[in-house]
C-alpha cells in the first residue's frame, strides 16, 4: 500500500531529474511535456488507488525509512512516508489537480519557446515531489523541509516569466514574505526538538511549550496560507502563467498552510489560546480579501483574493477545535478553485487580455468556458447541490458549535460578499455587452476543456464523499440543508447574487458603497506597510551598517597603517644625514647617560 | 695671594679668547683667537708648575695646529663670498646643551668630595716626566709615534689631488 | 701655596669645555668645527694636568702630552678631509654632504 | 601506504617541479597541478574510505621526529572532522585549478603560489603537532599575499567617514592595499596564536607539542582564562570574527577568482577549525567561560555580515559579507558547546566551503566576461549565460539555507545546539539572518541574471565553456548530494564530536564571574 503512495514522489522527482541533466530532452518541447504529463497522470492514479486502500483509523502505513540527521551516532530526523486517514486524502487532492493542470498547460503554453516549455515543466514536476514529500512526511523536519522546497517551486514558477522585471519582484517577494513567516515556523520546529528530543507531530509534557509551539508554527501557516498580514505576496504570484496560479496559488500550495495544522493536530489542540487566534484572523482574512476581491479588475487577482478568503475560512474552521470542517474545505475549494482558475486561463487564452473591463459577452463565444466558470462560481458561493455548499456550511456549523460568535458572523458576511463578486466577475466578464476583444475570441481547444471538465465534476460531486477525510464520521448530505447557519448562508449567498447581477447585470443600483471602498483597498494599506518596511527600515539600516563597517570598523583598521605612516616620516628627520643633527644627538645622548650615571652614582 | 690674581688673569685670558673662537664669524680670525687661548693655557700650564708641558703646548699646539688651520683655511677659501654666517638656525639648543655639560660637571665635582690641598711631594719636574715617560709608559710614547706617521700618510693620501693620467 | 683649589681649576676645564662644545654645535663651517674640538681638547688637558699637579704624580702630565699628541693627528686627518670635502662638494658647510654617496 | 602523507605533500612536490617546468609550456604546467590536485582529492577520498567511523578517534597516523629536544615531530593523524574537511579542501582545490584554466600571465607562479597554500591547509586539518600547525597555518595565510598583490584587481572606493583622512593616505582599494591589509591582520592573528601555542607547550612541561600530550597536562584555569581567548582572536581573525573580519571584504574582492575560491572556501575553515580543535578542545575551562562572549560575537557576526552583504553592490563584496556571515553561524555553533551545535559548525565549514567556491567561481566567469561587478549595472544575463545562472542560482539558495542542500543542514543543526544550549536568542538571530540572506541572495540573483536582456554594453556575454563546467558541476552537484544525504560526511563529523566535545563538557563548572 505503502508503496502505490510513493509513486507520486518518485515518478516525478525521476522526470525532473532526466529533464534538468538531459537539456536537449529538455528543449525539446513537447515530448518532455508528454513526460511529464504521464508521470503526473501515473501519480494521481497511485493516489487513487493509495487512497482507496488507507487505513481509514488505527496504525498508519509506514515505509522507506531512511535516517537523515544524526546526533551523537543516534539518529534524530528520518525521511519516510506515512500514509493515513489524513495524508491519504490530501494526496490525492494534490496529484488530482496536478495532474488536470499538467494537461490542460499542454494546451496553455504550447506557444511558449521549447527550452521554456521544458524548463516549465520540470519545475512542475519538482513541485509534485515536494508537495507529495510534504504531506506524506513523518516527522516535522521533514515536513519543514518539503514546506520550503515548495516555495522553492513556487519562486522558479512564479518567475517563469524571469525576463518580465514584474514577474521577477513578484518572485522575490513571495520568497521573502513566505520565509518572513518560516522564522517562526523553523524556531517552532527546532523548539519542538528541544522540548521532546524529536520531531514527532504529538507533544507530551506541559502545554506552555505546546502552545509556544503551536504559535510559531502558526507563523509559517499566516505566511504561506496567506493570512492577512502576510497575504500581500498572493496577488503579485499571479504573475506567473495561470496554470500555476491555479495549482499553486490556489489548490494546493496556500493550503499547505492548513494542512500544517491538520497534520500537527496534537500540538494545536494542546494550544487553546492558539485556536482561538485563529478563529480571529481565518475570519478577519476571509472579511477583507472578500473586500479587496470586490473591487479587483483584473480577473487573477479576484481569484488570488477569494482564495486568500477561503484560506481565511479554513483558518477560522480549524481554530474551532476540530480540524474536519477546515480540512474538508481545502479539498473542495481545491477543486473548484483551480477549476475557476483555469476557466480564467482559458478566458485570457481566449481575449489576452486580465482586465475584466475589456471582456463581456463571452457567454456566447466561449459558452463551455462560460458553463464551466458559472458552476465554479455557484460552489464558491456555495449553492446546495455543490460541494461549497456543504464545506462552507459545515464550517459555519463548527464556528457555531464552538460559540465563536464572532468569527460566526464575519465569515457569514465574508459568504455573502463571496457570491457578490464572483457573480460580478460572471457579469463582466461573460454576460452584458461583447466588448472588442471579446468579438475575435475563440473557444479553447479540447485539451483544455478536458481537465476543467474532470474538475469540475469533482467539485460538483466532492460534496457527497464526507466519509473519508480525517474521521470517520460519515454525515448525509441533506444533514445540511435544516441547519440555522446552512440557512443563513444560502439566503446570503442567493442575496449576494441578487444583488450583484443587479448591479452589474442590468446596470442599475449605482453606488452601493462599493468606490469608497475600492478607493481605500487600492491605496494597498498593508502592502505599503511592506514597501515601507523595507524601505524606511531595513534597507537603510543595511546601508547603515555597510557604512558603519566600511568606514568606521574598516576604519579603525586604516588608522593603524596611516599611523605607521606618518610615525615613519617623524623618525625620518631623526636620520638627516646632517652633521651637526647627528653631532647634537651624540651630545644629548652622552649628556643623558652621564647625567644618569652622575646622580645615580652619587645617591 | 699672587696666585689667585695670576689665575683668574690668565683663566680669564683664556675664556675671552675661547668665546671669541665661537663667536667670530671670519674664519681666519677664529684661528688667531684659537691660538690666543691656547697659549694662555700655556700660561696656565706654567701656573701648575708644569713648565715642560707649557712649553711643548706652545711649540706643538700654537706652532703645529694652528699654521696647518691657517693653511687649511686658506685652502678651501672658495673665492670672494662672504663668510657665511656662523651660526645655525638653533643656537638656542646648543647653548642649552653645552650649560647642561657645564653645570653636571660643576655638580660631580662639587659633590665628589676632593682633596682640596695638594698632595705631598709638590708638581712633578719635567726630570721625573721624563722617566715616567721612558719607564712604564715606554709602549704607549712608541705607538704614539706610530701614529703620528699613520695620521701623516692618511692625511696625504686623502687630499692629494689625483693625478689626471691615474 | 694657596692658590686656587683644585675646583677652581677643575670648573674652569669645564667651562671651556663648554664653550668648546658650544662651538662645535653652532659652527656650520667644518673648519670652525674642527677649532671647537680643539678647544674641547685643551679643556680636557687642562684638566688632567691640574690633576695631576693636585695629586702629585707625573702621569697628569704624560696623559696630557699624548693627548695633545693625538689631537695633532686628528686635527692632520681632519683637515685632510675637509680639503677632500671641498673639493668634491665645492663648498666647506657642514650640512652639504648628507647623501651616503659620495 | 601513508595516506595522509601523500595527500598533505602532493601538491607541495608539484609546486617545486613546477618550478623546473619552464614557464613558456602552459600545458604541462596545468596537467601537472590538474594531476597534483588529482592526488589530493584521490588521498581525502582515500582517507575517508579507509576511516572506520564505528572505531572513531584518531586513525591513520604517521609520526616522524622532527626535533626530539623541542618535542616537535611530523605526527599527522586525522579524526572525525579531518576526514570531512580533508574531503573539502581536496574538491575545493580541484575546482579552483579548473577554475583559472583560463588565466594567461604568469599562470606559473600562480599554480606555484596556489598549490603551496593548499598544501598549508591540508596540513593544518590533520597534524597533531601544534609546531607543525602552525608551521602549516603559516604556509597557507603567507601566499596570499602575493596571490592577491599580483594577479588582484583594484577597485574605485569614494574617501568618506570619521576616518577619511587615514583612507587618504592608503590607496584604499587598491589590490596592494587589499594584499597587505589581508596578510598583516592574520599575521598579527597568528602572532597571537603563537603565544598561546607557547602557553600551552610550557603548560605541558615543555616536553612535548603534541595536542595529545597536551590534553594531558591542560593549563590551570586562571591561564586558561587568558591563553583561550588569544587563542580565539588568533584563529578568529582568519575566520572573520567581528572586530577583526575588516580584511575579508577587500581581500575577496580584489582577490582572483581561484584564490577568493580557496581563501573563503578553505582558509575561513582553517580559523574556525583552529578555534574548536585548538582552542576549545586543549583549554576546555577557558572555552566553557569564554563560550557566551564567542557567541555573542558569532551573533553579530551573522548579523552584521547579512546586513554588511545587503548594502553592498558589488558582487564580490557581497560575498565576501555573506562569508563572514555564515561563518558567523560556524563559530555560533562552536560556542553552544552542544553536539549539535558542534556537528552543525563543522558541516557549515563544509557547506560554505563547497557554496563560497561555487559562488567566487561563478563570480569570476561573470566578471571575467562582462569585467563588471555592480549588480545594479548589470541585468538580464541568463539570456547570455544560462548554465551559470542556474547554478549561482542554486549556490545562492544553498547559502539562503534551502533544504535538499547542504546550507540548510549546517545551520538548522546550529539553530538546535543553540537552542538546546539554552541561548534562545542566538538562535533566533541565525534564523533572522538567514532570512536576510534571503532577501540579497535573491536580490542579487534578480538584478544579475534576470530582466529582458543584457544591457548593449555586455554584448559579448558567453556561458561557461569546457573546463569552467568542471568546477561548476563539481561543486553544485556536491552541495546537492550533501544536502540530500548529509549522512555522508555527518557521520565522520559526529564521530569526531563525540570524540572532542565531552572533553570540553567536563571541564564545565560554574562559570566564575568573568
Given at each position: 500500500m505503502i508503496e502505490l503512495a510513493m509513486v507520486p514522489v518518485f515518478l516525478p522527482l525521476a522526470t525532473f531529474g532526466v529533464l534538468a541533466v538531459l537539456w536537449p530532452l529538455r528543449h525539446s518541447g513537447m515530448p518532455a511535456a508528454w513526460l511529464s504529463v504521464a508521470s503526473a497522470l501515473a501519480s494521481c492514479v497511485a493516489a487513487i488507488l493509495a487512497w482507496t486502500g488507507a487505513p481509514v483509523a488505527g496504525e498508519p502505513a509506514q515505509g522507506m525509512v531512511f535516517d537523515w540527521l544524526v546526533h551523537d551516532g543516534k539518529t534524530i530526523a528520518e525521511v519516510g512516508f506515512r500514509l493515513d486517514a489524513i495524508s491519504a486524502p490530501m494526496l490525492v487532492v494534490v496529484t488530482f489537480v496536478a495532474a488536470c493542470v499538467q494537461v490542460y498547460s499542454l494546451g496553455y503554453m504550447a506557444h511558449e519557446p521549447r527550452p521554456a516549455l521544458g524548463r516549465y515543466f520540470a519545475w512542475h514536476s519538482l513541485f509534485i515531489v515536494a508537495m507529495s514529500g510534504m504531506v506524506l512526511a513523518p516527522n516535522m523536519l521533514q515536513f519543514l523541509a518539503c514546506w520550503e522546497l515548495v516555495g522553492l517551486c513556487s519562486y522558479l514558477l512564479i518567475g517563469f516569466y524571469w525576463d518580465k522585471p514584474s514577474a521577477g519582484r513578484a518572485a522575490v517577494k513571495a520568497v521573502w514574505v513566505t520565509r518572513f513567516a518560516d522564522i517562526g515556523l523553523m524556531s517552532g520546529v527546532v523548539l519542538l526538538y528541544v522540548t521532546t528530543g524529536g520531531f514527532a507531530f504529538e507533544m507530551t509534557g506541559d502545554s506552555g511549550a505546546a502552545t509556544l509551539v503551536a504559535a510559531l508554527l502558526f507563523c509559517g501557516v499566516m505566511g504561506k496560507s496567506a493570512?492577512?498580514?502576510?497575504?500581500?505576496?498572493l496577488p503579485d504570484a499571479?504573475?506567473?502563467?495561470t496554470p500555476v496560479s491555479a495549482l499553486?496559488?490556489?489548490?494546493t500550495m496556500v493550503a499547505a498552510g492548513v494542512f500544517l495544522v491538520v497534520r500537527a493536530w496534537p500540538i494545536f489542540e494542546a494550544a487553546p489560546p492558539v485556536l482561538t487566534a485563529m478563529t480571529w484572523i481565518g475570519a478577519v482574512t476571509a472579511l477583507v480579501a472578500a473586500c479587496t476581491a470586490l473591487v479587483q479588475h483584473d480577473i487573477k487577482k479576484v481569484l488570488a483574493y477569494s482564495t486568500c478568503s477561503q484560506l481565511g475560512y479554513m483558518v477560522a474552521a480549524l481554530g474551532t477545535g476540530s480540524f474536519f470542517g477546515g480540512y474538508f474545505h481545502l479539498t473542495t475549494h481545491a477543486f473548484f478553485k483551480a477549476l475557476l482558475f483555469l476557466a480564467a486561463g482559458s478566458v485570457i487564452h481566449a481575449v489576452g487580455t486580465n482586465d475584466l473591463r475589456e471582456m463581456g459577452g463571452l457567454a456566447k463565444k466561449t459558452k463551455l468556458t462560460a458553463g464551466l466558470f458559472i458552476l465554479g462560481a455557484l460552489a464558491l458561493a456555495g449553492v446546495p447541490p455543490l460541494s461549497g455548499f456543504f464545506s462552507k456550511d459545515l464550517v459555519l456549523e463548527e464556528l457555531l458549535h464552538a460559540h465563536a460568535y464572532g468569527p460566526l458572523l464575519i465569515c457569514l458576511a465574508a459568504a455573502g460578499l463571496t457570491a457578490f463578486y464572483m457573480t460580478r466577475v460572471v457579469c463582466m466578464a461573460f454576460l452584458g455587452p461583447a466588448s472588442a476583444r471579446s468579438l475575435e475570441a475563440h473557444e479553447s481547444p479540447p485539451v483544455m476543456l478536458l481537465p476543467m471538465g474532470a474538475l469540475a465534476l469533482t467539485a460538483a460531486v466532492a460534496g457527497f464523499t464526507t466519509g473519508r477525510f480525517g474521521n470517520d464520521v460519515a454525515l448525509a448530505p441533506w444533514h445540511f440543508a435544516v441547519t440555522a447557519p446552512g440557512v443563513a448562508a444560502l439566503l446570503l449567498a442567493l442575496g449576494g447574487i441578487a444583488l450583484a447581477y443587479m448591479k452589474y447585470g442590468q446596470g442599475k443600483l449605482a453606488g452601493l458603497g462599493v468606490p469608497a471602498l475600492a478607493a481605500f483597498i487600492r491605496s494597498g494599506p498593508v502592502d505599503g506597510l511592506f514597501v515601507r518596511g523595507w524601505q524606511q527600515g531595513l534597507r537603510p539600516l543595511a546601508g547603515v551598517v555597510g557604512w558603519v563597517d566600511r568606514y568606521v570598523v574598516d576604519g579603525a583598521v586604516n588608522l593603524f597603517g596611516w599611523a605607521a605612516l606618518v610615525g615613519s616620516e617623524r623618525m625620518r628627520v631623526l636620520q638627516s644625514g646632517k652633521l651637526r643633527d647627528a653631532t647634537y644627538l651624540l651630545v644629548m645622548g652622552a649628556l643623558v647617560v652621564v647625567a644618569w650615571g652622575a646622580i645615580g652614582g652619587v645617591r | 695671594m699672587t696666585a689667585w690674581i695670576l689665575f683668574v688673569l690668565v683663566a680669564f685670558g683664556t675664556l675671552v679668547s675661547a668665546v671669541m673662537v665661537v663667536r667670530t664669524a671670519d674664519l681666519v680670525r677664529a684661528v688667531l683667537w684659537l691660538a690666543a687661548s691656547l697659549v694662555a693655557t700655556a700660561g696656565l700650564y706654567a701656573l701648575l708648575d708644569a713648565g715642560f708641558l707649557a712649553a711643548m703646548q706652545l711649540l706643538l699646539y700654537t706652532g703645529g695646529i694652528i699654521t696647518l688651520m691657517l693653511f687649511a683655511v686658506m685652502l678651501v677659501r672658495r673665492g670672494p663670498e662672504a663668510p657665511t654666517a656662523g651660526l645655525i638656525a638653533n643656537p638656542g639648543r646648543a647653548l642649552t646643551a653645552s650649560l647642561a655639560v657645564f653645570g653636571l660637571v660643576a655638580f660631580t665635582v662639587a659633590e665628589a668630595g676632593l682633596p682640596t690641598e695638594p698632595g705631598a711631594g709638590g708638581s712633578p719636574s719635567a726630570k721625573l716626566l721624563g722617566q715616567v715617560l721612558l719607564g712604564p709608559l715606554a709602549l704607549p710614547f712608541e705607538a704614539l709615534s706610530v701614529l703620528l706617521l699613520a695620521a701623516m700618510v692618511g692625511a696625504i693620501a686623502l687630499a692629494r689631488r689625483k693625478d689626471p693620467e691615474e | 701655596m694657596n692658590g686656587p683649589p683644585l675646583e677652581a681649576w677643575l670648573a674652569l676645564s669645564a667651562a671651556l669645555f663648554a664653550v668648546g662644545l658650544f662651538g662645535v654645535l653652532t659652527r656650520k663651517n667644518l673648519v670652525a668645527i674642527l677649532l671647537g674640538v680643539e678647544l674641547m681638547a685643551n679643556a680636557a688637558n687642562l684638566n688632567m694636568v691640574a690633576l695631576g699637579h693636585f695629586r702629585g704624580t707625573p702621569f697628569g702630565q704624560a696623559a696630557a702630552l699624548f693627548s695633545i699628541a693625538l689631537t695633532v693627528a686628528e686635527v692632520v686627518v681632519g683637515l685632510a678631509i675637509v680639503v677632500l670635502l671641498a673639493r668634491t662638494h665645492k663648498s666647506v658647510d657642514a650640512d652639504a654632504p648628507s647623501e651616503m654617496q659620495g | 601506504m601513508p595516506w595522509l602523507s601523500i595527500t598533505v605533500l602532493a601538491p607541495l612536490l608539484a609546486a617545486a617541479i613546477l618550478l623546473l617546468v619552464?614557464?613558456?609550456?602552459r600545458g604541462t604546467t596545468r596537467v601537472l597541478s590538474a594531476a597534483a590536485s588529482l592526488v589530493s582529492l584521490w588521498g581525502a577520498i582515500e582517507v575517508s574510505l579507509a576511516y572506520n567511523l564505528h572505531e572513531g578517534g584518531l586513525q591513520l597516523r604517521e609520526t616522524l621526529p622532527l626535533v626530539p629536544s623541542l618535542g616537535i615531530n611530523w605526527d599527522l593523524a586525522v579524526d572525525g572532522w579531518g576526514v570531512s574537511l580533508l574531503l573539502l579542501t581536496g574538491l575545493i582545490l580541484f575546482a579552483g585549478v579548473f577554475a583559472t584554466?583560463?588565466?594567461?600571465?604568469r599562470d606559473k607562479d600562480f599554480y606555484i603560489l596556489l598549490l603551496t597554500l593548499v598544501a598549508g591547509v591540508l596540513g593544518v586539518f590533520v597534524s597533531l603537532d601544534l609546531f607543525v600547525f602552525f608551521l602549516f597555518y603559516e604556509i597557507a595565510v603567507l601566499p596570499m599575499y602575493l596571490l592577491i598583490g599580483i594577479w588582484g584587481s583594484t577597485k574605485k572606493i569614494e574617501i568618506k567617514g570619521p576616518f577619511a583622512f587615514a583612507l587618504r593616505r592608503l590607496d584604499v582599494g587598491g589590490r596592494e592595499y587589499a594584499a597587505m591589509k589581508l596578510t598583516l591582520m592574520l599575521l598579527i592573528g597568528s602572532a597571537f596564536i603563537l603565544v598561546g601555542i607557547f602557553a600551552l607547550y610550557q603548560g605541558g612541561g615543555a616536553r612535548d607539542f603534541g595536542m595529545l600530550h597536551l590534553a594531558e597536562h591542560p593549563l590551570s584555569r586562571e591561564a586558561q582564562l587568558w591563553v583561550f581567548p588569544a587563542l580565539w582572536l588568533g584563529f578568529g581573525s582568519l575566520a572573520g570574527v567581528f572586530p577583526f573580519h575588516t580584511w575579508s571584504p577587500d581581500g575577496h574582492a580584489s582577490a582572483p577568482t581561484a584564490v577568493s575560491m580557496l581563501h573563503a572556501g578553505v582558509l575561513m575553515k582553517l580559523g574556525a577549525f583552529g578555534v574548536m580543535r585548538v582552542g576549545m578542545v586543549l583549554c576546555p575551562e577557558g572555552a566553557v567561560a569564554w563560550a557566551p562572549i564567542v557567541g555573542a560575537v558569532a551573533v553579530i557576526n551573522v548579523v552584521y555580515g547579512a546586513l554588511g552583504a545587503m548594502s553592498q553592490t558589488d558582487l564580490k563584496y557581497v560575498i565576501a559579507y555573506s562569508s563572514v556571515s555564515h561563518m558567523g553561524v560556524v563559530m555560533l555553533g562552536a560556542a553552544t558547546l552542544d553536539t549539535d551545535g558542534w556537528n552543525g559548525a563543522v558541516f557549515q565549514m563544509f557547506a560554505h566551503g563547497l557554496m563560497t567556491g561555487l559562488f567566487f567561481a561563478l563570480v569570476g566567469l561573470v566578471y571575467g566576461r562582462a569585467h563588471d561587478r555592480e549588480i545594479f549595472r548589470m541585468g538580464g544575463f541568463a539570456k547570455a549565460m544560462p548554465g551559470v545562472a542556474v547554478f549561482f542560482t542554486l549556490a545562492g539558495l544553498s547559502s539562503l539555507g534551502m533544504p535538499g542542500f547542504a546550507g540548510f543542514i549546517a545551520e538548522f543543526l546550529v539553530f538546535l545546539g543553540a537552542w538546546r544550549s539554552g541561548n534562545v536568542v542566538w538562535a533566533l538571530a541565525g534564523i533572522v539572518g538567514a532570512w536576510v540572506t534571503a532577501v540579497y541572495v535573491l536580490r542579487a540573483v534578480r538584478a544579475i541574471?534576470?530582466?529582458?536582456?543584457?544591457?548593449?554594453?555586455?554584448?559579448?556575454l558567453s556561458d561557461a565553456k569546457g573546463t569552467e563546467w568542471v568546477a561548476l558541476v563539481l561543486l553544485g552537484g556536491c552541495l546537492i548530494v550533501f544536502g540530500c544525504w548529509p549522512r555522508l560526511v555527518l557521520d565522520a563529523i559526529d564521530v569526531g564530536t563525540s570524540m572532542h566535545l565531552p572533553v570540553v563538557l567536563q571541564a564545565v563548572k560554574p562559570e566564575l564571574a568573568l
Open positions: 493570512q492577512v498580514p502576510l497575504h500581500v505576496w499571479m504573475e506567473g502563467p499553486l496559488h490556489a489548490a | - | - | 619552464p614557464s613558456s609550456s584554466w583560463t588565466l594567461d600571465d541574471f534576470w530582466g529582458e536582456g543584457p544591457p548593449e554594453r555586455y554584448h559579448h
